[in-house]
């Protein structure tokens, strides 16, 4: 997978990705037992240290400034897989709000006022979203557990940019929602033989779908 795949990028006026072929987004999903192994995989990247050199709180400013960049150009582009800038920042500012030190940062704060809402905003509201790859929605899915991690971690704090990002990522009616609502959830937890309950089999087998948030 090239770097220019690695983004999520908005839709041109002929209906078209800018980054592939329209045969691409077609892509046949993940096996059923692929798709166990993706919603069962833990991030494997280890939080950014609380502090620098200095004992200042640490955070990506370069990550950052790049993020905002892409975010607010015309043709925006979201970077969402695991080497991009979007979760670079997310697992910083839960290190940090982990330590009870994120509002004593001002790039996190900055980070949560502004980037991380339009971030989320178009990759789960955007009309563009229902045309993206498989992997691009995986890779939405675990930005969004790490998300939640965060919310977790600020549930006493009146963080109002959070608590909005948090409406329209369990809203059904969002894009990302819409986009995977035919898929049907295969999630199972980890070393376990025998699961507790199972979804009735449909007739006709449907897509499997492995990062349903809902």
């Known amino acids: 997978m090239t770097a220019k795949e690695d983004l999520v990028e908005p839709i041109m006026g002929n209906g078209q990705q800018t980054t592939s072929d329209t045969n691409d987004q077609q892509q046949t999903p993940p096996d059923y037992q692929t798709s166990i192994k993706i919603e069962n995989e833990d991030d494997d990247t ?18 950052l400034l790049k993020l905002e960049e892409q975010v607010n150009r015309v043709r925006w582009i ?24 994120d509002t ?32 691009i929605y995986v890779a939405i899915y675990k930005n969004a557990m790490k998300f ?11 963080c109002f940019p959070l608590l909005d990002i948090l409406s329209f990522i369990m809203n059904p009616l969002a894009r990302y929602h819409q986009a995977n609502n035919n898929r049907s959830c295969s999630y199972r937890p980890q070393n376990e033989t025998e699961p507790f309950a199972t979804i009735i089999e449909h007739r006709f087998p449907q897509r499997v779908c492995s990062f349903s948030i809902l």
């Open 46 to 63: 280890q939080d950014e240290k609380a502090y620098d050199e200095n004992g200042e709180p640490k955070f990506p400013n370069d990550d």
């Open 78 to 101: 979201v970077p969402v897989l695991s080497d991009g800038e979007l979760i670079k920042c997310l697992r910083a500012t839960v290190c940090l709000a982990r330590e009870k030190i």
């Open 104 to 135: 004593k940062c001002e790039p996190c704060q900055r980070f949560i006022r502004d980037s991380i809402v339009i971030s989320f905003t178009k990759i789960f509201c955007d009309d563009a979203v229902q045309s993206w790859k498989y992997d």
């Open 148 to 158: 939640i991690e965060l919310c977790v971690l600020k549930i006493d704090d009146d």
